[in-house]
């Protein structure tokens, strides 16, 4: 009986809810109008009266399912339908006691409709307030699950090389390594507290997350994503096809390695065991441009942008964790340093994402001056 009823309810709130194109919403009140006094001509017991309180069914119907609109309509049929069935027969309505009562049936419906149509009202506004909460209740599950899903990286990485600091301080072999693994270390603390601005950022409805471009080698960067995907999973081969000599860009190295962890992190994820992650790193036009391909399942075309949207998984990634926020944070980074990150190419063989940085301009007068006597000696 629970169920029934569950069922019953489920449906009138679809029904309620629902946006109808005019001409349903429309037809419905035509529809319950001729119901009824179908029901009136066919049935001696309601046909025998004039207006009566069954005639407002109507209109109480057609205002809480379709709107004032089509309550109104609904309003005037049963009016005719009440002076037809009010002495004298038809539709004349006479100024006697059964004309007026045809008249205050008019205007009893107007209420009705007005009634109804301000409950259907209320109700849409109740159900889109609860969504809204719905929502926000996700959106803030979703927010402390991102605070995991970003701080990892940076956090084991930190813990990497404090250990590595304690090790070669032991031993007196070792101990010009110590800072560099200090500095490495010093360095994630500092991606660890933009991190917890960016998670600021994140929940509210408007990021600008900071940056702060400088000139630095992206190859060295490139090999450094790689090495870290090596030491927190060592079993997984990396590939890093850069340039010998370093290419210089303006954009910020602590997000530059955001987006690295991200895409690396979604190519481990996402690709067999056995599966090589590569990455690639070269100018073009101006650019540098940063390949991370994985051997996954591949990304459908229509979620290709779909997927940099907050809050948005792939179907590939709807039974793994995670929380669809590294793509869009690593698209808006990456947008911030004047570049851009994007679906090069996917198929069922695996994905490309490529990320374009501006090249520092001294690297692009360099590759200028390479073009201009490229030409030259063609010539």
């Known amino acids: 009986m629970e169920a029934a009823q569950d069922r019953i309810l489920d449906l009138f709130l679809r029904l309620v809810r629902r946006e109808w194109p005019w001409p349903v919403r429309y037809g419905l009140a035509v529809v319950f109008t001729l119901a009824i006094a179908a029901l009136k001509l066919a049935v001696p017991a309601f046909g025998a009266q004039g207006p009566d309180l069954f005639l407002t069914i109507p209109v109480a119907a057609s205002a809480i399912f379709a709107g004032f609109g ?42 009705v409709a007005a009634l109804g149509a301000a409950a259907r009202a209320a109700f849409r506004r109740t159900e889109e307030s609860l969504r809204r909460r719905e929502q926000l209740e996700q959106e803030r599950s979703a927010l402390i699950a991102t605070v995991n899903h970003e701080l990892r990286n940076p956090l084991a ?26 500095d490495e ?16 950022l994140i929940s509210t409805r408007v990021a600008e997350f900071r940056v702060e471009p400088e000139p ?77 391909r994985d051997h996954g399942p591949g990304i459908d075309r229509e979620e290709r942008e779909r997927i940099f949207e907050r809050f948005v998984r792939g179907a590939a990634a709807a039974t793994g964790s995670g929380m669809g926020i590294g793509l869009y944070v690593s698209r808006t980074i990456a947008t911030r340093m004047g570049g851009r990150l994007y679906v090069e190419e996917s198929s069922s063989e695996g994905t490309v994402f490529a990320v374009e940085i501006p090249l520092a301009p001294a690297e692009v007068e360099l590759a200028d001056d390479l073009a201009e006597v490229a030409d030259t000696a063609k010539a």
């Open 157 to 182: 990485s930190l813990s990497g090389h404090l250990q590595l600091a304690s090790r070669y301080v032991a031993r007196d072999d070792m101990r010009e390594r110590v800072p560099l693994s200090l």
């Open 185 to 200: 270390a010093t360095r994630q603390v500092r991606r660890l507290t933009r991190l917890a601005d960016d998670l600021q």
């Open 70 to 111: 089509p309550a109104l309509l609904a309003t005037i049929g049963t009016t005719l339908v009440a002076a037809y069935f009010a002495p004298p027969a038809g539709f004349a309505i006479a100024l006697n006691a059964s004309g007026l009562d045809v008249i205050g049936f008019f205007f009893e419906g107007l209420v």
């Open 216 to 292: 630095f080698d992206v190859v060295a960067a490139t090999h450094a994503a790689g090495r870290r995907v090596e030491a927190l999973d060592p079993g997984r081969q990396v590939t890093v096809n850069a340039p010998t000599a370093p290419l210089m860009v303006l954009a910020d190295p602590p997000r530059l390695d955001q987006i690295f962890d991200n895409l690396l992190k979604n190519a481990v994820a996402y690709s067999p065991r056995e599966a090589p992650i590569e990455l690639s790193t070269g100018a073009e036009d101006g650019h540098a441009v940063i390949r991370v």
